[in-house]
């Protein structure tokens, strides 16, 4: 069972950066394409980065060029960079496999990215 823990949510101005991390119980994370999703209020959940296991990464368009997703493998760690962050950002954060069969883990906690002045 993989089970991953999501941190580095917080308060931040618009234009400022955050870093996120999700810790996973397993190394299987290191083999798949991952992604960050973020479901905010009332809105559905959305897949907003991935990176395959080569390190080839996509993002959605309204995260392309101020998000970053990378991963350490040694950590079994994944992270997403965000930069230039804006109040539609404002979401709760969780990562999770990408596949094409629509198969999630066990979700975690998320963290939540709160983004106002």
């Known amino acids: 069972q993989v089970q991953l823990v999501e941190s580095g949510g917080g308060l931040v101005q618009p234009g400022g950066s955050l870093r996120l991390s999700c810790a996973a119980s397993?190394?299987?994370?290191?083999?798949?394409?991952m992604g960050w999703y973020r479901q905010a209020p009332g809105k559905q959940r959305e897949l907003c980065a991935e990176?395959?296991?080569?390190?080839?990464?996509d993002y959605a368009d309204s995260v392309k060029g101020r998000f970053t997703i990378y991963r350490d493998n040694g950590k079994k760690t994944l992270y997403l960079q965000m930069g230039s962050l804006k109040p539609e950002d404002t979401a709760a954060y969780y990562c999770?496999?990408?596949?094409?069969?629509?198969?999630?883990?066990?979700w975690g906690q998320g963290t939540q990215v709160t983004v106002a002045s």
């Open positions: 999770n496999w990408v596949n094409q069969f629509g198969a999630y883990w066990p």
């Open positions: 397993t190394s299987i994370i290191s083999s798949q394409t």
């Open positions: 990176i395959t296991s080569g390190g080839i990464t």
